[in-house]
């Protein structure tokens, strides 16, 4: 089981952001603007894994 403990986003942006960079080859900052598209206020200093 994932500890999702201590984190400030919920289950299924963490998921889902994980997801995306594993399924296809996108830099985080291209991450950080899918994710923005879909109103998830990130940083792509955060999204790094």
Known sequence: MISFEGRHLP???VLCAVF???RYTI???DL???LAERGISVDHA???M
Do not use: D, G, M, P
């Open 11 to 13: 289950k299924e942006v």
């Open 27 to 29: 830099s985080l900052r």
């Open 20 to 22: 995306s960079y594993l």
């Open 46 to 48: 955060t999204l790094n």
């Open 32 to 34: 950080e603007a899918i």
